[in-house]
């Protein structure tokens, strides 16, 4: 099994930076691709940004650009390095991870507020 922890959430204003953290505890060696997501007030979860074992990464067109995903093997840490953050970011935002027997692992979420 695979628990993951996200920190890092916040109020920012416009303009601003946030880095989220994931703590992936278990196996990390089994995951085989890990993401962002995110959920704003009334609307469905969204794809913010995936990263592969190889290294490569995915972004939502929303953010590329201003937002890099990154992972820290030894450290069993996913971040997501946040600039140029507007008040359509603001959510809740969820770290995921899949493994290589194509299960799917879900943090509790960590709340984004973008406001003046």
């Known amino acids: 099994q695979v628990q993951l922890m996200e920190s890092g959430g916040g109020l920012v204003q416009p303009g601003g930076s946030l880095r989220l953290s994931c703590a992936a505890s278990?196996?990390?060696?089994?995951?085989?691709?890990m993401g962002w997501y995110r959920q704003a007030p009334g609307k469905q979860r969204e794809l913010v940004a995936l990263?592969?074992?190889?290294?490569?990464?995915n972004y939502a067109d929303s953010v590329k650009g201003r937002f890099t995903i990154s992972r820290e093997y030894t450290k069993n840490t996913l971040y997501l390095q946040m600039n140029g953050l507007k008040p359509e970011d603001t959510a809740v935002y969820y770290c995921?991870?899949?493994?290589?027997?194509?299960?799917?692992?879900w943090g509790q979420g960590t709340q984004v507020t973008v406001s003046s």
């Open positions: 995921h991870a899949h493994t290589i027997y194509a299960s799917d692992y």
């Open positions: 278990g196996s990390f060696t089994r995951i085989a691709r």
């Open positions: 990263i592969a074992s190889g290294g490569p990464t």
